[in-house]
């Protein structure tokens, strides 16, 4: 089985990371930020760089970055594959299982799976990439430390993104409430989307939605800088998921099971116009903004936001 290059989305630190595949040309090495453009003649066949991700039509950035990528790398091609996003990890692993996966690039969503890709021995080693490029890994910070497995690199982040609450301005207005703000406690959050809260059948107003990703309840557990998911102790992620499964009780957010069940995106639900907070990472903001200008957001439901 060929080893793959791994580009990670972690949602801890939402970055993205990539690793090498031995038989590809090394010219152009994921992560390098200074790469060297190559001139290629006609007659020279392109390196075609296979490259597993989710979710392209619904997400800028990844036409962006092969754009970027191959207007400086000239001798190589990259064939962007979407593996769609719901099941993703669990077609990779299937896709990377075998001796038939053709992938060199692949685009991971999380922490355990970059963990069990790294134990199947699935992914190479970054380190002797990142010496030919000279890249400077110190600039990636403390991410570094948390992906390092064995002493061992196999990824690179290609983006940095942070999480935050995007909120439905009309919604707080039709009920009266203030805004959510920058330095809410949780018991103020847990008090204002059950403040917007309607559960009248037809007209239901959701103050709270939460993803299916673990991460859409566990984040709040880490924010503190003191907690890790990493060591095996999980007593104070207790709080967070008592608040979610009452709010869920309550009809203040969508239950986890018809979430799942029925596959509804994150996107999906906020785009309704009948959710009024929800915690999600920076990079809804470019597919909020590019689905509001081509029409398929309903300005009237979610344009103020």
């Known amino acids: 089985m060929k080893k793959k290059i791994a ?37 020279v066949e392109k390196t075609v760089l296979k490259w597993a991700i989710w979710d392209i039509e619904g997400t800028p950035y990844w036409k962006a970055l092969e754009e970027a990528y191959e207007a400086k790398n000239k001798n190589v091609d990259l064939e962007l594959v979407d593996l769609g996003s719901a099941d993703y990890m669990t ?47 110190e600039a990636y910070g403390t991410v570094i430390d948390q992906i390092t497995v064995n002493e061992n690199l196999y990824q690179l982040p290609f983006r940095n993104d942070f999480w935050l609450v995007y909120y439905n ?54 924010l503190d800088g003191e907690h890790t998911i990493l060591d095996g102790e999980y007593e104070f992620f ?26 509804l995106h994150y996107s999906g639900a906020f785009s309704n116009g009948d959710v009024a907070m929800m915690n999600m990472g920076s990079w809804f903001i470019s597919t909020m903004m590019a689905k509001l200008k081509n029409g398929e957001y309903n300005k009237d439901l979610v344009g103020n936001w």
Request: net charge negative; glycine share 8%.
């Open 7 to 43: 580009l990670l989305l972690s949602t801890l630190m939402l970055t993205g990371v990539l690793s090498a595949c031995g038989e590809k040309a090394q010219s152009a090495v994921p992560g390098n930020e200074t790469p060297t453009e190559v001139e290629t003649p006609a007659e």
């Open 91 to 137: 077609v990779l692993a299937t896709e990377l299982s075998g001796t038939g996966s053709d992938f060199d690039v692949v685009t991971i969503k999380d922490v355990p799976g970059y963990a069990t890709l790294v134990n199947k021995n699935t992914l190479e080693p970054l380190g002797d990439y990142i010496t030919s490029s000279k890249l400077d890994i």
């Open 169 to 222: 301005k009309d919604i707080f207005d039709r009920a009266g409430k203030a805004y959510p703000t920058n330095d809410m406690t949780f018991e103020e959050y847990d008090a204002l989307a059950r403040s917007v809260t309607d559960t009248t059948f037809g007209e239901q107003v959701y103050g709270a939605h939460y993803h299916t990703w673990r991460s859409a309840v566990q984040l709040f557990g880490v």
């Open 238 to 263: 207790k709080p967070y998921y008592e608040m979610v499964l009452n709010q869920t009780k309550d009809g203040v957010t969508r239950d986890y099971v018809t979430l799942s069940t029925e596959g």
